[in-house]
């Protein structure tokens, strides 16, 4: 799979992977965000 994305431009591997980072960054400040939630009010805590 890798050797597939080589064969393109390097804009475009470049490109997927600064959207897969911002991708994880955003899934991790949304579990932070969660976790602060959860943890200071105890109604959402339950879920």
Known sequence: ????ERM????TTEGSNNLTLKIKEA???CKALDE???GSSPE???E
Do not use: N, Q, V
């Open 1 to 4: 799979m890798e050797g597939k």
């Open 8 to 11: 393109g431009t390097s804009e």
């Open 27 to 29: 899934l991790d400040y």
């Open 36 to 38: 602060a939630y959860s």
């Open 44 to 46: 959402r805590g339950g």
